[in-house]
Nanobody
Framework: QVQLVESGGGLVQAGGSLRLSCAAS????????MGWFRQAPGKGREFVAE???????YYADSVKGRFTISRDNAKNTVALEMNSLKPEETAGYYC?????????????WGQGTQVTVSS
């Protein structure tokens, strides 16, 4: 059974930093992309960042220059370093992994970790 477990969320002041981590288990993840989405209260799920098996990286425009995604294929982990956080980025952050791309309709999802940015 595939499991994705996120960690690292919490409360931070505006302008601060947090590092999220996600560990995947339950199958081999060769050729799987890994990434992060977020969902604020009352809003839809929003793409944040993706890292493909090839190492190609994509970011939402709103986080470029402030967030950094990385992965360790040997450990099946993905991390998201978030700097200069803004109050409007308060949300549940969800890790996911999909074959080829994180938009794979059969992608796996974690339970999420809460990030709260105070003003």
């Amino acid at each position: 059974q595939v499991q994705l477990v996120e960690s690292g969320g919490g409360l931070v002041q505006a302008g601060g930093s947090l590092r999220l981590s996600c560990a995947a288990s339950g199958r081999t993840f060769d050729n799987y992309a890994m990434g992060w989405f977020r969902q604020a209260p009352g809003k839809g799920r929003e793409f944040v960042a993706e890292i493909r098996w090839s190492g190609a990286i994509y970011y939402a425009d709103s986080v470029k220059g402030r967030f950094t995604i990385s992965r360790d294929n040997a450990k099946n982990t993905v991390a998201l370093e978030m700097n200069s956080l803004k109050p409007e980025e308060t949300a549940g952050y969800y890790c996911n992994t999909g074959r080829g791309t994180i938009t794979d309709p059969h992608a796996y999802w974690g339970q999420g970790t809460q990030v709260t940015v105070s003003s």
